[in-house]
């Protein structure tokens, strides 16, 4: 219960509310445990629940009309998925699922909503953080662009070293294939990028990265992409 309280005093969309305030909308929540691969919500299903990250790791996905999944989001502790649920009579869409064992809390959209129009804080706190997942989602579409296969996934281990410095090893929390999916290339493109990137003093040991230099594959994530291309590759 103690991690629901810390979880969610930690999300974006409650930054900005007095804790006594955030606890009193998770009095009325609940906590759902996960297993790996659990469908948490289906696209085009009635937005009824907000969703915040307790532990573990959820991929958000649509479905195109001839039946290939496209991963649109990926996220961690202590972030919020579902937010279509903010707004009343919304539908979910992207479906949501799993991609580790972890746990979420649930809370009802019928509640929130009455929450919102109650409090002007909390109203003004979502919405703030609901603008930062949204340029969150818009950066990573412009690495997508911008940036080739290696620097893609050097923005990738490089946002799992958080503050780190100089030498840093890092647990991949997926799986490759979905790593591929949510840097927009094939599985055998990463493993080629992978490769890559040992020049740059990156090794993999199956579910691990060891990274010699974070700010050396700072500077590799940060080149014209022009140039990676045509000295690089």
Known sequence: MHSMYEAARQAAI?????????????????????????????????AHSLFIIIDGWIKTYRMTPCGNEAVVGVYKKCDTFGDEAVLHDQIYMS?????????????DACFLAAALSEDLE???????????????????????KSH?????????????????????TVILPYD????????GMKPESLSR????????????????????????????ADDDPAEAWSVRH
Do not use: M, P
Request: glycine residues 8%; charged residues 25%; proline residues 0%.
């Open 176 to 183: 490759k294939v979905l790593i591929a999916a949510w840097l």
């Open 95 to 107: 479906g949501a699922e799993a991609v580790s064992d972890g746990a979420v809390v649930q809370i």
């Open 14 to 46: 409650f930054r900005r509310v007095k804790t006594e305030n955030v606890d009193k909308l998770l009095r009325k929540s609940s906590v759902r445990s996960l297993h790996r691969g659990a469908s948490i919500y289906l696209q085009g299903e009635s």
């Open 122 to 144: 909390l109203c003004q706190s979502v919405l703030s953080g609901s603008i930062e997942n949204h340029r969150s989602l818009v950066q990573h579409v412009e690495q997508l």
């Open 193 to 220: 990028a992978f490769r890559r990137l040992k020049a740059f003093g990156v090794t993999i040991k199956k579910d691990h990265a060891i990274i010699g230099s974070v700010e050396r594959l700072a500077s590799y």
């Open 148 to 168: 080739t296969a290696g620097q893609r996934i050097a923005d990738f281990l490089l946002s799992l070293c958080g503050d780190k410095t100089g030498n840093c």
